[in-house]
């Protein structure tokens, strides 16, 4: 008889996008004429880059004709992409080796795929609120997590407590779903207390292109000592607006062992076995980002959706409400107003202004009394959105 992972009996009952999805369509089918506006679930609302455009044509066209037609490709990436992004990283004075990158349909399913790596005995440190994919994927595999609390108090940015032992620490910055971004002498605390545990950091840097100073690094590799501790995932996602396109990448230094083990040898395998790689006209599509023209034209997109979280901002603070993000990051995380639970805010702005946000309970127990809104929509509904915002709240 065949026998279920019964972890899965551990899991809430449906992974948090899918249920607002279901909650918001409910409501729209029982109220057609009401005008919804969606900042919830992080997805880019701007068309790809010209760039993007016209490289995926050619590539099009290069997959019509019999001499550059292209079958299965590499299954870790083609090196013209990979080359791309060496010059990218090079750029930020971090020097990586090819082999090292590993091109993939997404950071999401990278960050789940690599816990194939992982004895489930490990235990897992997650902060709280976090991006459920972290913890969902975990309890499928019935791996312990402790949780580490990211609060108002400590700005959501957890710091490492070295009572607490861990051998695989999720980071994600800036961060998902608060917006916070750990500084460059935050991120050493993490990398110092990772070695000292022996543990491996998976630092999620899916939202790097949205810092704009020195101060807060863009990939963990900024740091000392991270190339023997950490592995990057990162997503053309957010970049470059390939939510449906359909592209990422993760590091997987040559210098991390466990146990004598290279993680990348183990993880070229693992892709190997279970992945047959990016087809070749979003790979072309993602190399065009790396392209001066391409730079300029995904610069102009971020500042977009910066100006967006601006709005944002600036109706949150008229309103005196309290929130992080937004700076560093497409994403604001708000008090909800007069001691509300984020559900119950979530179904007053949805009832009373139309307009959908993700409740921070959604994200983890500390998330409880928060309320995540993106900046990745259209401008001119965004503008609308905040405006409706403002009214809810005054009118509490
Ligand atoms: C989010 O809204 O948290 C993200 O869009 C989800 C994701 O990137 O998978």
New binding site residues.
């Given amino acids: 008889m065949a026998k279920i992972n019964e972890n899965y009996g551990k899991l809430t009952e449906s992974y948090l ?1 899918s249920n607002i999805a279901h909650r918001v369509s409910t409501y729209q089918k029982e109220n057609p004429a009401a005008d919804i506006i969606r900042l919830g ?3 880019v609302t701007l068309p790809l880059c010209p760039a993007v455009i016209e490289a995926m044509h050619q590539a099009v066209d290069e997959m019509g004709k019999q001499d550059t037609f292209h079958g299965y490709g590499p299954e870790q990436g083609y090196s013209f992409l990979k080359q791309a992004l060496l010059g990218y990283y090079a750029g930020r004075g971090i020097v990586l080796e090819e082999d090292e990158v590993f091109i993939s349909d997404g950071a ?1 399913s990278d960050l789940g795929n690599i816990l194939d790596l992982f004895s489930p005995d490990n235990t897992v440190l997650i902060p709280d609120p976090v ?1 459920p ?1 972290y913890v969902d994927t975990n309890l499928m595999a019935g791996r312990a997590i402790r949780y580490i609390n990211a609060t108002e108090s400590n700005g959501f940015l957890p710091l490492p407590d070295p009572s607490v032992r861990a051998d695989i620490i999720y980071i994600c910055s800036p961060n ?2 608060t917006g916070a971004a750990y500084t460059k002498e935050q991120l050493a605390q993490w990398v110092q207390y990772a070695q000292d545990c022996q543990a491996v950091i998976l630092y999620d840097a ?1 939202y790097e292109a949205f810092i704009c100073d020195e101060n807060h690094p863009r990939s963990i590799y900024e740091i000392d000592g991270a190339k023997n501790c950490a592995i990057e995932f990162c997503s053309f ?1 957010k970049t470059a607006g390939f ?1 449906g396109t359909r592209c990422g990448y993760t590091i997987v230094p040559l210098s991390l062992s466990i146990q004598g083990a290279k993680l990348n040898h183990m993880w070229l395998r693992r892709q190997t076995t279970k992945f047959n790689g990016v087809p070749y006209i979003v790979q072309r599509g993602a190399a065009a980002v790396f392209t001066p023209e391409g730079q300029t034209q995904i610069q102009e997109n971020l500042a977009y959706y910066r100006k967006n979280a601006s709005v944002i901002a600036e109706a949150l603070r008229s309103c005196g409400v309290w929130f992080t993000g937004g700076t560093y990051s497409p994403y604001l995380w708000m008090k909800c107003p007069n001691g509300l639970s984020s559900w119950e805010f979530f179904d007053l702005l949805l009832q009373k202004a139309n307009v959908v946000g ?1 409740p921070g309970e959604g994200f983890g127990k500390n998330g409880e009394g928060f309320f995540r809104l ?1 900046a990745f929509g259209d401008q001119q509904r965004t503008i609308e959105a905040a405006q409706r915002l403002k009214q809810l709240i005054a009118s509490l």
Avoid: E, Q
């Fill in positions: 996008f679930i992080g997805d999401k991006y994919v998902n779903p899916a996602s939510t993700t993106t």
